[in-house]
């Protein structure tokens, strides 16, 4: 087996880190150290018009699948979840994707300035700034408190 080139500080922490994992697992196996506990859903736009599936959680995608843009169904996926007594388990996430197509130019300024042209880190940051808001707003359909979960990702 070839191990990738890395340099030795940084195979210290990969080390470190599986003698971490191994600990913390002892004798058992993965599976059995994270016994699930809970089942629940994620649906977004792809399953606009179908019933929920069943679950005690739910993750509901704000976006279109990319920044900038609405689910649509939300609103009956949000009432569709309620009226399951999900109530405080109902949680949005938002898609983001890169400052790319018809919407690049919203990376172009904001918080971190004027970008250069080539300046990716730049706008980055600035869309992702502008996009949030707008799904904040997509994900409070009538429903008191933000519930935005910070990393989680759409595996659609």
Known sequence: M???????????????????????????????????TATGFDVSYPQCDRPLPQGSFAFLGVTGGR??????????????SVAAGLGSAIHFYMNLNAAIGSTASQGSTGPKGTCAGGDKACQAYNYGWKAAPGSLRDGEPGRPGRDVVPGYRDGQ
Do not use: K
């Open 2 to 36: 070839v191990l990738p080139s890395l340099p030795r500080f940084q195979w210290r922490h990969v080390g470190m880190l599986a003698l971490a994992l191994t600990l913390s697992f002892g004798t058992r196996s993965p599976r059995q150290a994270f016994a699930l």
């Open 67 to 80: 920044a900038f843009s609405t689910n649509r169904c939300l609103p009956d996926q949000y009432g569709q």
